[in-house]
């Protein structure tokens, strides 16, 4: 998880992958939101290095890669546990008691919104409507939706994620 | 009631979709009469003859605020000499409550993918992105997996059809927050900005993205698009029971209710036959409190407005918006401080920051209800909210963010001002005092 900014690179494969989604746009500023996706998806997060080197491929100024990074809530700039559990806190899980399952999963992994694991294992963060409000409540884990969940589903499902 | 079998004639948006809720690829949407409106207007009309039928049609957006889809692009710079434009499809749906636009996509990506290439030739674009939210992993594997088909099977691409179109298609996937969901925000977003709105005028239709003239459409307004094209107007009007809008809309109903879901509807349905008939009712023991008609931006309605035809004037003479169609039930057992608080936390969390009164405002804004929530509230607080929702309202502040997220609460207040006035703390006012000449809230609201 810890990575120690000197010794940092982007890989060929993230480069290539950055370079790549150039023909999409107009200009390369329109990248940056894709790249900090693509660095993150290996890695899980995005580390000042990562920004000052997407910032260098995009003929970018750090700070507007920055300012973009910090922006959007699924881009990561600090490290996340292995496995990001995202929850729906909208109004429909609301009323059909997100609350619970909220709370069960800090109570049961010992930890609170934001935070992650002492294993590295979780990451628990809240997620806007995730448009699956007819089968609510609804949480994601990494790019997985689960339906109707209540709490006592939650131990097994959770072993699915190492 | 809810035995209807869809046909073409009756559910356009609708009547492809698989028992088994599979996606329709683009086999199976061939078959069932896929691309032939896009095959008729490459070969029989011509770029405004299908602007015109738009316009004539009398579709309206379907993100939420209504404007007339035909008069929207009727607005898109005429002047030629600027080859390039955009066609943009917000997929960014984030509304809490809805979950229209991910069963399409989800379901019926061709008739999307079909729609933007009618519209791209309406307004001369070649080329289009959808701009897909992040978190819909499966509507991006979907949505990727038909372009790829679409440009095989020869509809996007160059010289489409023989006919001398041309349009590509990009699919551009979000990083999060609401706020992109508004069109020049969304603009922004697609350019590697932050989401922050801008400033109209410019339109988009004028100046959008990179500075070219750009339409914006919603994914169910553009599916709309193809039935319009292939049966003609007349039809696409008498669809709808309504007076003031045509054609069919996605509605729902989720909330405590027994069958959570959405169907295709002819506009002026009644909310009270989406509530009974198709989403089956409350929920054992349970009964209606409120509900909301189209999404947690919009005002709160009562029971007796179940009635209502289900349009955008009906419910907009009620007070309320019919934003996204897609409703919400409350149910008895909740209340309404709790619930209101919860949508404006996300109102707050989902400020762009931009402008003072949306920034600090909606924080506001929850600190009351928090304080009424836990009994504790002070003597002005529900007016001190109602000068927030006044404070917020249309031309405060720079987008319609503000807005939409008082009108839940302004609404609340209106109905259930008891509920309110109940989390108002007595012990609080026997307290207030004077304290070294300065005065509590309180004290100057009795002088
Ligand atoms: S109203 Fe809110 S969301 Fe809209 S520009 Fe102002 S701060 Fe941003
Ligand atoms: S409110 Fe949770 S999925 Fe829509």
């Known amino acids: 998880m810890k990575e120690i900014s000197t010794t940092f690179t982007l ?52 700070s507007e890669v920055e300012s973009v990074a910090t922006f959007y809530s699924q881009i990561y700039r600090q490290p996340v546990g292995r496995n990001v559990i995202r929850y729906c806190d909208s109004v429909v899980c609301y009323l059909t008691g997100y609350e619970k399952i909220k709370k069960f999963l800090e109570d049961y992994l010992f930890i609170k919104i934001g935070n992650t694991t002492v294993d590295g294992r979780f990451t628990l963060l809240p997620v806007c409507c995730l448009g699956n409000c007819d089968k609510a409540p609804t949480i994601m884990i990494n790019e997985d939706l689960y339906s109707h969940l209540n709490p006592d589903l939650i131990p097994n499902l959770l072993e699915l994620y190492k | 009631m809810n035995n209807i079998i869809p046909t073409e004639e009756t559910h356009p948006l609708t009547w492809r979709l698989r028992n088994d809720r599979e996606t329709v690829w683009i086999e199976e949407y061939c078959k069932k009469n896929g691309y032939f409106s896009l095959k008729k207007a490459l070969k029989t009309m011509c770029p405004e003859d299908v602007v015109h039928l738009i316009k004539e049609s009398g579709l309206k957006g379907r993100g939420g605020a209504g404007f007339s889809t035909g008069l929207k692009w009727s607005l898109m710079s005429k002047d030629n000499s600027s080859k390039i434009r955009y066609l943009l499809c917000n997929a960014d749906e984030m509304e809490p409550g809805t979950y229209k636009d991910r069963f399409l996509m989800e379901n019926i990506p061709h008739q999307l993918i079909e729609g933007m290439l009618l519209s791209a030739f309406a307004l001369n674009v070649s080329r289009g992105y959808i701009f897909l939210r992040g978190e819909y992993i499966k509507a991006e594997y ?102 003031d809008t045509t054609g069919t809309k996605l509605m729902g109903f989720s909330g405590k209710v027994n069958n959570p879901g959405v169907w295709e509807l002819p506009f002026g349905t009644t909310a009270r036959e989406i509530l009974e008939d198709y989403a089956r009712g409350m929920k054992s023991g349970l009964f209606l409190k409120s509900w909301q008609p189209g999404g947690a931006g919009t005002d709160f309605l009562i029971e007796k407005h179940l009635d209502l035809p289900m349009d955008f004037t009906s419910i907009a003479k009620a007070g309320s918006r019919l934003g996204t169609a897609i409703a919400m039930a409350v149910d008895n057992k909740t209340n309404m401080i709790s619930l ?14 931009l402008c003072t009164p949306c920034r600090e405002g909606l924080p506001w804004i929850v600190k009351i209800l928090e304080s009424l929530e836990k009994k504790e509230g002070h003597k002005n607080d529900v007016k001190n909210l109602e000068r927030l929702c006044l404070d917020l309202s249309p031309g405060k502040t720079f987008c319609a963010h503000a807005p939409g997220a008082v009108e839940p609460l302004q609404s609340a207040i209106k109905y259930f001002r008891l509920e309110f006035e109940a989390g108002i703390s007595i012990k609080k006012l026997k307290k207030c005092s004077n304290i070294l000449g300065i005065q509590s809230n309180e004290f100057t609201s009795k002088v």
């Open chain 2, 340 to 353: 209101v608080c919860n949508i404006e936390k996300f109102f707050s969390r989902e400020s762009c920051g």
């Open chain 1, 11 to 62: 890989t060929t494969f993230e480069i290539n992958e950055i370079e790549k989604q150039k023909k999409y746009y107009e200009n390369s500023r329109s990248v940056s939101i894709e790249a900090l996706k693509i660095v993150q998806k290996k890695r899980g997060w995005v580390c000042d290095q990562a920004i000052i080197e997407i910032a260098n491929i995009l003929n970018l100024n750090p």
């Open chain 2, 142 to 243: 979907i949505l990727k997996k038909s372009i790829q088909e679409a440009i095989n099977f020869g509809f996007i691409g160059s010289n489409i059809l023989n006919s001398g179109f041309n349009f590509e298609l990009f699919l551009h996937t979000g990083a999060g927050r609401y706020i992109c969901g508004e069109e020049t925000a969304l603009i922004n977003s697609l350019e590697g900005r932050r989401a922050n709105p801008r400033a109209k005028p410019p339109f988009p239709a004028v100046f959008g993205l990179w500075g070219k003239p750009t339409c914006v459409n919603n994914v169910e307004t553009l599916s709309n698009v193809p039935s319009i094209v292939l049966h003609g107007v007349n039809w696409y009007k008498k669809l709808s029971k309504s007076t």
